[in-house]
């Protein structure tokens, strides 16, 4: 009785590790392999990162964020991911895209209150706004991710006088280039118009001075 026993114990635990190496090379391994396929097949573009390139050169990923800070560029809205220093210290690092990360503040907490106010004052200095005009949330406030691609329209059209002056056009050809690269709602329902901040800053690039 005691070596049926024994036997159907390992009869038990060779059937749970077969089972254990059959879904891991399921899920693990035949899953991921057929997916990918299928997507480098219909969706090859998206399937590699929805990669950008210029003359053959990967500049980014529609998908990610850049920290554009320059007059001439459209910037995009605040980033609170961070990385660790040589000694270990975690400092701030906009749009790293290995660690992805909200700032996690509510809005009760006072530091959080005192950064948007801060973002705010800057954001209104930098783009020649009065003291008393309401700036859009996504100019001030990091995304839960930290790595938005995207600004609202209203932070586009806010920045579109400084870029122009900066880079000698006209106000016009900016708020053309914003309507050109403007994102619609998803299904007509889904989210809000946005334009992609690195698609819109190579247009900038590739457009001629106003003569």
């Known amino acids: ?27 693990g391994l035949i899953y991921p392999l057929i997916t990918t396929g299928i997507a480098n097949v219909l969706f090859p573009y998206q399937a590699k ?4 390139s210029i003359n053959g050169k990967i500049v980014g990923s529609e998908l990610i964020g850049q920290n554009f800070t320059k007059p001439e560029y459209f ?15 975690t400092v701030p690092a906009p749009y790293n895209a290995a660690n992805s990360s909200g ?46 691609p995207d600004i609202s329209i209203a932070n586009a059209n806010i920045q579109s006088s400084r870029v122009a002056k900066a880079r000698g056009i006209t ?10 690269n403007t994102i619609d709602r998803q299904l007509g329902i889904l989210g809000e118009p ?10 900038l690039d590739a457009l001629k001075p106003a003569s």
């Open 103 to 148: 700032s996690n503040s509510g809005p009760t907490n006072d530091s959080f209150i005192k950064g948007v106010k801060d973002a705010a004052d800057a954001y209104r200095k930098e783009n020649g706004l009065a003291a008393e005009v309401a700036v859009p949330v996504d100019a001030v406030t990091a995304s839960g991710s930290g790595l938005d």
């Open 75 to 89: 910037h995009p809205r605040p980033s609170a991911t961070s990385t660790t220093d040589s000694n270990g210290k």
């Open 194 to 203: 946005r334009v992609n901040v690195l698609k819109l800053n190579l247009a």
């Open 171 to 180: 106000f016009e050809q900016t708020q053309d280039l914003i309507r050109k």
């Open 1 to 27: 009785m005691e070596a049926q026993s024994q036997r159907s114990f390992i009869s038990l635990v060779r059937q749970s590790i077969l089972i254990s190496i059959w879904f891991c090379l399921i899920t």
């Open 49 to 52: 990162g929805s990669l950008i």
